[in-house]
């Protein structure tokens, strides 16, 4: 039977119900109401229809249906055939204590965990359980026969109920394991699960060691895998991304004092906090190897659930922040469980915008009445370096802005050297913080530059880049991928900027890039001097991916910061055949260890062939 479509009242309401979601999600993302009128007025250009389709992508109507849910979840099922066979198993690496608090647990969902314990390749564990002082009587049964059947289940109960933390805490005073592993009540393990992070505890020295994970839900079905990039700070800042399966050095933790009893429903995100802020070595396998359980009152079920929790996490990043950060504050965000950490501004903190530019005055003098129309909170001056101009409106402007407006232009009427005419502009430029600007691009937010400089001023951040946008509101750069496309590209380009975890991270979330795009780049001055400024042997594109790539190598931080945001107007496809045989050489030896090992910042189970992220055929 042919699908009916919906009626004209049932489309009717859908649109004002994104309308109006539009318009608050607009307020939350700082847009301001002439901007998105302005938007809205560019887009009724091509008809009520386009414009409708507009609104409800971006407010992520109709993102995900039933169709697509179902063929994600094949998709899925077909892929863990291939990933099942691939894992090997590590036979030594000391023992593992793997620490359970119970309380109440479900029968069903209890005997499951214990047997994913038990079905481990890896033999030398120990089961570790605290019953904080369940009422049923079931549960208590249940785990003295287990405890008196198999010498390695160790149980202690509680008399009286404790709270998550204190429960985890009595179960880590049973361990003698040189690693623990947290194992949630209801939660299964993958047989490979301890073999695995043992085997790349050893191999990578690291102290924490954490994998990917999915949903198995009441009946078994597994479904939605979480597929995480290395370990990534500012992420980790943002979400508690690491989620499960988490293995620690046990000496690492009990030196930590194990678990804080006032951060109860964050008491994981708050030990691994300072885990790394006591600067522990933390490595990540690229495996799904932890199965949490979906039901009615869990956290993967409902976000909502457990109000305290979100709560409870923004203190832990606080108290992480303020010893790591001082003077930096943890902020809601506009989704539970995340998190917006402001860092700190210096007082007289300054940017140079650095625009390069020939002719196109159109979109130059729409980049600059942008950023004056609309940058609040950091001075900064414009230096626009105006490569062999020749149109006569374009020559008068710029003298104009000179002239009146304190504009700072730069010629150079050289052949075309991207990298060059930035490093030009660099060498004179008086901020603490340069931006390198496309003439192509428009300022949306009032908080945009604020927010890139007050993460460029970092000590540990190369460079940074924010969430750029299409003018039809999609998303144009939210992070490079080296590899990507077989060079490098951006990732969820093309899509709908909204919160959401599908295989990968969310792509409005702040995190740790291995690169950012020179169409919008802000790195501190004297950390672009120390880096040594932009290559010039390449002379359109590259070298803004492979400055990021030695800020990488140097230590630092490449951060997107999604909260900064921008239009760009770039198409969404570029004629590779403009870019020069040097530039492709260039990037071909930048690029090649990423292109090879691949970019730790993503993760070797998706596709490098789709910008949105998408299992990797095996």
Same mark, same amino acid.
């Given at each position: 039977?042919?699908?009916?479509?919906?009626?004209?009242?049932?489309?009717?309401?859908?649109?004002?119900?994104?309308?109006?979601?539009?318009?608050?999600?607009?307020?939350?993302?700082?847009?301001?109401?002439?901007?998105?009128?302005?938007?809205?007025?560019?887009?009724?250009?091509?008809?009520?229809?386009?414009?409708?389709?507009?609104?409800?992508?971006?407010?992520?109507?109709?993102?995900?249906?039933?169709?697509?849910?179902?063929?994600?979840?094949?998709?899925?099922?077909?892929?863990?055939?291939?990933?099942?066979?691939?894992?090997?198993?590590?036979?030594?690496?000391?023992?593992?204590?793997?620490?359970?608090?119970?309380?109440?647990?479900?029968?069903?969902?209890?005997?499951?965990?214990?047997?994913?314990?038990?079905?481990?390749?890896?033999?030398?564990?120990?089961?570790?359980?605290?019953?904080?002082?369940?009422?049923?009587?079931?549960?208590?049964?249940?785990?003295?026969?287990?405890?008196?059947?198999?010498?390695?289940?160790?149980?202690?109960?509680?008399?009286?109920?404790?709270?998550?933390?204190?429960?985890?805490?009595?179960?880590?005073?049973?361990?003698?394991?040189?690693?623990?592993?947290?194992?949630?009540?209801?939660?299964?393990?993958?047989?490979?699960?301890?073999?695995?992070?043992?085997?790349?505890?050893?191999?990578?020295?690291?102290?924490?060691?954490?994998?990917?994970?999915?949903?198995?839900?009441?009946?078994?079905?597994?479904?939605?895998?979480?597929?995480?990039?290395?370990?990534?700070?500012?992420?980790?800042?943002?979400?508690?991304?690491?989620?499960?399966?988490?293995?620690?050095?046990?000496?690492?933790?009990?030196?930590?004092?194990?678990?804080?009893?006032?951060?109860?429903?964050?008491?994981?995100?708050?030990?691994?906090?300072?885990?790394?802020?006591?600067?522990?070595?933390?490595?990540?396998?690229?495996?799904?190897?932890?199965?949490?359980?979906?039901?009615?009152?869990?956290?993967?079920?409902?976000?909502?659930?457990?109000?305290?929790?979100?709560?409870?996490?923004?203190?832990?990043?606080?108290?992480?922040?303020?010893?790591?950060?001082?003077?930096?504050?943890?902020?809601?965000?506009?989704?539970?469980?995340?998190?917006?950490?402001?860092?700190?501004?210096?007082?007289?903190?300054?940017?140079?915008?650095?625009?390069?530019?020939?002719?196109?005055?159109?979109?130059?003098?729409?980049?600059?009445?942008?950023?004056?129309?609309?940058?609040?909170?950091?001075?900064?001056?414009?230096?626009?370096?105006?490569?062999?101009?020749?149109?006569?409106?374009?020559?008068?402007?710029?003298?104009?802005?000179?002239?009146?407006?304190?504009?700072?232009?730069?010629?150079?009427?050289?052949?075309?050297?991207?990298?060059? =005419?930035? /490093?030009?502009?660099? !060498?004179? +430029?008086?901020?603490?913080?340069?931006?390198?600007?496309?003439? #192509?691009?428009? %300022? @949306?937010?009032?908080?945009?530059?604020?927010?890139?400089?007050?993460?460029?001023?970092?000590?540990?951040?190369?460079?940074?880049?924010?969430?750029?946008?299409?003018?039809?509101?999609?998303?144009?750069?939210?992070?490079?991928?080296?590899?990507?496309?077989?060079?490098?590209?951006?990732?969820?380009?093309?899509?709908?900027?909204?919160?959401?975890?599908?295989?990968?991270?969310?792509?409005?979330?702040?995190?740790?890039?291995?690169?950012?795009?020179?169409?919008?780049?802000?790195?501190?001055?004297?950390?672009?001097?120390?880096?040594?400024?932009?290559?010039?042997?390449?002379?359109?594109?590259?070298?803004?991916?492979?400055?990021?790539?030695?800020?990488?190598?140097?230590? =630092?931080? /490449?951060?997107?910061? !999604?909260? +900064?945001?921008?239009?760009?107007?770039?198409?969404?496809?570029? #004629?590779?055949? %403009? @870019?020069?045989?040097?530039?492709?050489?260039?990037?071909?030896?930048?690029?090649?260890?990423?292109?090879?090992?691949?970019?730790?910042?993503?993760?070797?189970?998706?596709?490098?062939?789709?910008?949105?992220?998408?299992?990797?055929?095996?």
């Amino acid at each position: 039977m042919k699908e009916k479509k919906p009626g004209l009242y049932a489309r009717i309401r859908a649109l004002v119900i994104a309308l109006a979601e539009s318009q608050a999600k607009a307020r939350r993302e700082g847009l301001g109401v002439r901007t998105v009128l302005a938007l809205l007025v560019r887009e009724a250009k091509f008809g009520p229809r386009h414009l409708a389709r507009k609104i409800i992508a971006y407010t992520g109507h109709g993102r995900v249906g039933r169709a697509e849910l179902e063929t994600a979840r094949s998709e899925y099922r077909v892929w863990l055939d291939h990933q099942e066979a691939s894992l090997e198993a590590c036979t030594e690496g000391g023992l593992v204590s793997i620490i359970m608090p119970t309380c109440d647990t479900p029968a069903s969902f209890l005997r499951e965990a214990v047997e994913s314990v038990r079905r481990q390749t890896y033999a030398d564990w120990e089961l570790c359980i605290h019953d904080d002082a369940s009422r049923d009587a079931e549960v208590v049964r249940y785990l003295r026969l287990e405890a008196s059947a198999d010498r390695r289940i160790k149980i202690s109960l509680g008399s009286s109920r404790g709270g998550i933390a204190n429960a985890t805490n009595a179960a880590l005073a049973l361990a003698s394991g040189r690693w623990v592993a947290f194992l949630d009540h209801d939660d299964l393990l993958h047989p490979a699960a301890l073999s695995e992070l043992v085997e790349r505890a050893i191999a990578m020295d690291a102290q924490i060691v954490y994998s990917d994970h999915d949903i198995v839900s009441e009946s078994g079905e597994r479904s939605a895998p979480f597929f995480k990039p290395d370990w990534n700070p500012d992420l980790f800042m943002a979400q508690m991304y690491l989620g499960h399966l988490v293995i620690a050095e046990r000496a690492l933790v009990a030196q930590l004092g194990g678990l804080r009893p006032e951060f109860d429903g964050a008491q994981d995100y708050d030990l691994l906090l300072r885990c790394a802020g006591a600067g522990a070595r933390i490595a990540h396998v690229p495996k799904v190897l932890y199965h949490w359980r979906q039901h009615a009152g869990s956290t993967s079920s409902n976000a909502d659930s457990k109000p305290y929790a979100h709560h409870a996490g923004r203190a832990a990043i606080q108290s992480f922040v303020s010893t790591r950060y001082p003077g930096a504050r943890v902020d809601d965000s506009a989704f539970t469980f995340c998190y917006d950490v402001r860092f700190p501004l210096p007082a007289k903190a300054t940017a140079s915008l650095i625009i390069p530019t020939r002719d196109g005055l159109e979109l130059l003098k729409a980049c600059v009445d942008s950023v004056r129309a609309t940058t609040q909170g950091v001075d900064y001056e414009i230096i626009v370096v105006d490569n062999g101009s020749t149109q006569p409106a374009t020559l008068a402007w710029l003298n104009e802005q000179q002239r009146d407006h304190g504009m700072i232009v730069i010629s150079s009427d050289t052949p075309f050297n991207w990298s060059a =005419l930035n /490093n030009l502009a660099a !060498a004179k +430029a008086t901020g603490d913080v340069l931006v390198f600007l496309n003439n #192509d691009t428009e %300022a @949306v937010t009032s908080d945009w530059l604020v927010r890139l400089v007050e993460n460029a001023l970092r000590e540990d951040v190369g460079t940074c880049g924010p969430l750029l946008l299409y003018g039809d509101l999609t998303i144009q750069h939210a992070g490079v991928v080296v590899g990507m496309g077989g060079w490098a590209d951006h990732v969820f380009k093309g899509l709908a900027p909204v919160h959401h975890q599908h295989l990968f991270v969310s792509p409005i979330l702040r995190r740790d890039v291995l690169a950012v795009t020179g169409a919008c780049m802000a790195v501190a001055r004297d950390r672009f001097a120390q880096l040594g400024g932009f290559d010039e042997t390449f002379q359109v594109c590259g070298s803004d991916v492979e400055l990021c790539l030695r800020a990488h190598r140097a230590g =630092l931080l /490449n951060v997107y910061v !999604a909260e +900064a945001r921008l239009i760009h107007h770039e198409s969404k496809t570029r #004629d590779a055949r %403009a @870019v020069p045989e040097g530039d492709f050489v260039r990037s071909a030896e930048a690029y090649h260890p990423y292109r090879t090992a691949g970019d730790p910042m993503f993760n070797p189970n998706l596709d490098l062939y789709s910008a949105t992220p998408k299992l990797r055929a095996q």
